[in-house]
Structures are given as structure tokens and as C-alpha cells.
């Protein structure tokens, strides 16, 4: 088989990356070991994805957004982010932007359906399901990728997208840094007695974090991180035992509050790859860089690197170039390494500081609230990075 480009992961982020290309004169096979209908139908996950305002631009832009039931997108209007049991909070609010909301909350399942159809729907596009990848070598012409089922792929450009763990960035011998928390994060839905307001809330208490994010109607995304050595237990907790520890810890905000179907967990570890690209291969998504989420930024830097390694290719092709070189793939590797850097150091950052039991941390910690309430410079920066309103 033979196309210009081939991407390896049909997560969400591949596929909407397809769907950037998929204007230009280039054919596109996205390949991923999920079946056909597990990626049309995606099962539930537990993630609730918080979208910035950029993200929100290009996804309707590549036709994706349309695609989400909007009665299933929650405004997230204010938010509110505490330091233990202190009352106090750094407080954000969307009527210190230009917006009606700092960002939207939409669950991932719903997000990655409309991007496979999208996808599906276009006739650049073609979708291999079912299918990983047993090897690939990559010269100085061309990429030749072999697949699980035997048969081989040839192309100019191949994209790995193939999430935190990337194997494609591993066999580029790509060094990766990783970091690994030691924690768990656990996540579910639960339904409240009071509204939410759209209020979101991040609560950092002492070795662990809690974030209550709004849902549509009286329900909100419960996100806890935890010392994987005690997830366990969590994850085991009886319904009735459980509801009542969040509502505890959450301080009985939202009066009593009830689990809606299972819990999910998942291991906490960031990664950022040295560099994004090598002749005929590019990173994206995941596979270029694993976040932290509390500050949700993994699929709004992924749909951004997207963003721009389309325009990248866009630009080569139209000034006659070859899209695919090194030199070209270079200047994606340039502008979005500029993007990832500040908000992967920076989460991490705030992560150890909200995590630290040490003193000077505790100290900082109650600092960084008011400074960040009561100088508007920062305010106004840290709103700026976490709702990409451009
Ligand atoms: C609890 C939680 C909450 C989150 N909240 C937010 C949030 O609020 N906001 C936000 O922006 N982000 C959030 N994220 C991050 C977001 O979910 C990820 O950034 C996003 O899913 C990355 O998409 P991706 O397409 O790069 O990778 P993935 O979603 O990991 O997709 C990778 C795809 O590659 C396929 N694949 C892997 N290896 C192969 C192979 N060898 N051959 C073929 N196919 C292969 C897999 O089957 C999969 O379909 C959250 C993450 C978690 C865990």
C-alpha cells in the first residue's frame, strides 16, 4: 500500500490531525489496533476533557466540534483552586476575559466518536483498524511500515501517535524523559443535591489532589490523585463509604453526593520527548508529550502541535518543497517545543510544590494563591495559558 502519509494511532489526537491534512493534495492512512467499532463507539472512560478556546476553534474549524452532542458540553464558567483546608482560593472568572466561559468540559468518549467520523468521512482518509505495527525502517526517501496482518505500508511521512508510552518513538530511538509521579489518578461521576454553578473546583490537600469538575445538570467529574499504594483501596471502597469521603473532603459544597457508575484509574507519569521529529518522522499528541492533567492540557497541546504541523506541511507544499525533510519537520519541532516546554515544567512544578508535605512548600503554596489572586499580571497570565482564549 502506498500513501504520502501514514499515522500510527487513531486516538484523538491522530485522528484529528488526519483531519488537518486532509484539505491538501496528500492521501492519509491512519492505522490503530482498536477495531473499527470501538473507535466509532468508543467505551466509557471516565475522562471528562476540559477544552480550551483554541481548542474549541480548531476543532470546529476541522468539522469536529459539530459532531458532539452540545447537549453534552458543560461550561466551565468559574474556577477555584484551594490550598488544604484553608477557605481560601485563588479564584478565576470567566468575566475577566472576553468570554462567556473560561473553557468547556465534554466527556472524551464523545470527543474521540466525532473525530473517527469526521475522519472516516473524508476520502483523503483511509482507516486501517485492527492492525498495529510489527516494525518499520525509514531512509532517506521513504518510510516502510510493517504491519501486524504482514502487509506493508510505503510513504513519505510517517506520524507516530501512538500515546504516552509511544513504541514507534522508542524504535526512533527518541530519548524521552519521564516522570513518574508514584501516583494514581482516579476518576469518576458523581451526582450532587446542590448545583455546581459551573464552578470548577482544584482542591490540593496534603498528599493528595481533588478536582470536581461540571458536568452538565447536577453532576461533576470527580478526579482524585493518589499515592498508587493506597489507589487500591479507593478503587475498592464501598459506593456508600466513598460518597461519603468526597463529600467530607470536598466540604459538603455540593451537599450529599453519590457515585454514577464505575471508577477508572489510571498511572500518573508525564513524559516530553527530546524532539519531535527525524527525517520522514514526527511526533505528535501523546507520543511528543504525556501531561500531567491536572492542569488538562494533554489533547489541548496535542490538538495545537496538530495544528501546526499541518501548517507546517501546508507551507512546504505550496512553496514546491519536500514536505517530509528533516529541515521542514524542524520548524514544527521549533515552534511547538516552544509551546510544551513552559507548560510541561511548569505543571510539573506546581505538582511537586502542591504535593511537598516540606514547609517552605506549605509557605510557597499560600503565597502563590494571593500573589496570584492579588496581582492581576499573573492572574491574567496563568488564565491566559489555561483557556488559550486567543
Ligand atoms: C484522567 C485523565 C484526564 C484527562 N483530562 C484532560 C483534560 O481535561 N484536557 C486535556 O486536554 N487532556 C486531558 N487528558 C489527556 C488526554 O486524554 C490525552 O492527551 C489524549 O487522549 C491523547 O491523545 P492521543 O491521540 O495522543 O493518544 P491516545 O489517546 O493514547 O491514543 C493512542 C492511540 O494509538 C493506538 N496505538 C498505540 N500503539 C499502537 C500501535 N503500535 N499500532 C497501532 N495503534 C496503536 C491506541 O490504540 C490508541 O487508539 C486527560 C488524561 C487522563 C488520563
Not at 257 to 281: C, D, E, Q, T, W
Not at 352 to 368: C, P
Amino acid at each position: 500500500m502506498n500513501f504520502d502519509v501514514t499515522i500510527v494511532g487513531a486516538g484523538p489526537v491522530g485522528l484529528s490531525f488526519a483531519r488537518a491534512l486532509s484539505d491538501t493534495s496528500l492521501n492519509i492512512a491512519i492505522i490503530d489496533r482498536q477495531t473499527s467499532k470501538s473507535l466509532a463507539n468508543p467505551p466509557e472512560d471516565g475522562r471528562e476533557i476540559a477544552l480550551t478556546h483554541l481548542s474549541k476553534k480548531i476543532l470546529t474549524s476541522f468539522g469536529i466540534w459539530q459532531e458532539i452532542d452540545q447537549n453534552e458540553i458543560s461550561l466551565i464558567k468559574e474556577a477555584k483552586v484551594i490550598n488544604g483546608a484553608s477557605p481560601y482560593s485563588l479564584h478565576f472568572n470567566h468575566q475577566d476575559t472576553s468570554e462567556n466561559t473560561l473553557g468547556h468540559l465534554i466527556p472524551n468518549r464523545l470527543v474521540r466518536a466525532a473525530a473517527y467520523k469526521v475522519a472516516k468521512e473524508s476520502k483523503a482518509i483511509k482507516i486501517i483498524t485492527g492492525v498495529g505495527v510489527d516494525s518499520f525502517n525509514i531512509d532517506a526517501n521513504k518510510a516502510e511500515i510493517k504491519l501486524s496482518n504482514k502487509e506493508i505500508i510505503h510513504c513519505s511521512l510517517m506520524i507516530a501517535a501512538d500515546g504516552r508510552l509511544s513504541g514507534s518513538r522508542r524504535s526512533m530511538g527518541i530519548p524521552s524523559e519521564v516522570k513518574d509521579f508514584g501516583k494514581t489518578v482516579i476518576v469518576c461521576k458523581m451526582e450532587h443535591e446542590k448545583p455546581h454553578s459551573n464552578i470548577a473546583y482544584e482542591c490540593f490537600h496534603y498528599g493528595r489532589t481533588l478536582a470536581v469538575l461540571p458536568m452538565v445538570g447536577n453532576y461533576s467529574s470527580i478526579v482524585i490523585t493518589i499515592s498508587s499504594d493506597q489507589a487500591d483501596a479507593i478503587m475498592k471502597m464501598k459506593d456508600q463509604t466513598f460518597n461519603q469521603d468526597i463529600q467530607t473532603r470536598f466540604n459538603s459544597r455540593l451537599g450529599d453526593m453519590m457515585i454514577v457508575g464505575k471508577k477508572y484509574s489510571y498511572p500518573l507519569f508525564a513524559s516530553h520527548a527530546s524532539h519531535f521529529h527525524a527525517n520522514r518522522f514526527a511526533l505528535i499528541g501523546d507520543a511528543s508529550v504525556g501531561m500531567h492533567p491536572v492542569t488538562a492540557h494533554g489533547f489541548n497541546l496535542g490538538l495545537r502541535g496538530s495544528k501546526t504541523l499541518a501548517t507546517v506541511i501546508e507551507e512546504a507544499l505550496s512553496n514546491k518543497l519536500d514536505f517530509a525533510s528533516v529541515e521542514i519537520l524542524s520548524k514544527y519541532n521549533q515552534k511547538h517545543q516552544r509551546s510544551t516546554r513552559p507548560l510541561y515544567y511548569g505543571t510539573n512544578l506546581l505538582v511537586d510544590l502542591y504535593n511537598s508535605e516540606r514547609l517552605t512548600a506549605k509557605v510557597l503554596r499560600r503565597l502563590a494563591l494571593r500573589f496570584g489572586n492579588n496581582f492581576w499580571p499573573v492572574k491574567k497570565l496563568i488564565m491566559g495559558q489555561l483557556t488559550e482564549v486567543q
